[in-house]
């Protein structure tokens, strides 16, 4: 019986993780290690809150001696780590805890996986989740592969390209056997509206602005969170240690032509004239060192490991939009309280 530690699970990426692991391994143990942040919330896993192999432990990666405590109570056999600050405005905005989770709290896992493995590796793997805004920014042509340079150029990117480095150090220095991934742009249930599709989708059904950085015109390629949690899947059960694989969903949009098809998919669903929702469109000041273009070559885990995106993005968006309007309550707790602080400071009182 397997032992899996998945950091950050209560977080939208990790919420389906869990949710897939717990379901289809019923004899692996899933902990769930989350200090549950704004970020965070228990209500993304009640469909597997109950079961018997799933465990939740609250605490915060940047705690050594926390961590290092509950590797050696658990003696976990795999970590999957996603736990990390994760959104690049709130990485300008406030830097410092990107450097503390994504970068300390890294090594504190490593590290503490390195202790209780004691270079008894077989069957062991550290998993680590990582993005495509490591490799920087591209332009109008173009595909991040695995051996691109990095280049992050936002504190959030620095951070995690950071963390990528040293995960690669504990390979190649004590071979501890990890495995990475970089993932671009995803959407689906559970995203917190700080990012641009769910904020976009409470920001139309309330009749709010909807602000567009810039011209709008930066690129991003899009995958739907379930894909990402497919190839994870993959990657841990057969992934080849040392190894990083590049996940994307050949499916690049510019920011406004994106909001556009978004906004004629919530005229239609809410009922509204055609070209309602688009009236809310609203061009702001655009983010500080934006990156113009983020494009992955997904062709290895294609290759490899028979991955491949599998929802038409039109398709994607509207199955997001059902959802966000079937789960109201979900949005409304999320964005009471210090969701408003941050928002009137992100983008002003509107
Ligand atoms: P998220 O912000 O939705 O969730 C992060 C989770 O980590 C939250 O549950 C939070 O409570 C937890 N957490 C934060 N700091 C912690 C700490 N110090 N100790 C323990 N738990 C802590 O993030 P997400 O979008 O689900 O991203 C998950 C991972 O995937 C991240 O590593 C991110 O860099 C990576 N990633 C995200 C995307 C994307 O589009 N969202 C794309 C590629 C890669
Ligand atoms: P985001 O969802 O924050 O993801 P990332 O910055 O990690 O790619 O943003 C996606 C794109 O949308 C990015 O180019 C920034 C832009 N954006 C806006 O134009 N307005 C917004 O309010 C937000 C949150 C993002």
Redesign the pocket.
Known sequence: MKKILI????????SHVITRFVKKYPDYQVFN?????Y???LENLKDIEGHSNYHFIK????DDAFVSQIFEQYQFDGVIH??????VDRSILSPNEFI??NIV?TVNLLNAARKIWDDAFKEKLFYH????EVYGSLGETGLFIETTAYDPRSPYSAS?ASSDHIVRAYFHTYKLPVVLSN????YGPF??PE?LIPLAINNIKHMKQIPIYGKGENVRDWLYVEDHANAIDLIFHQGITGETYNIGGNNEWQNIELIRMLCEIMDAKLDREPGTSAELITFVKDRAGHDLRYAIDSSKIQDQLGWSPSLDFKLGLEKTVDWYLGHEQWMDHLTSGEYLNYYNKQYGKR
């Open positions: 950091t950050g699970g209560a977080g939208f990426i990790g290690l989350d200090k549950l942040t970020a965070g919330n605490g915060d990666i940047v996603l736990a990390a600050e994760s959104h503390f989770t709290g989740i990582s993005t495509d995690k993932c671009s742009n995803n995203q917190f990012k």
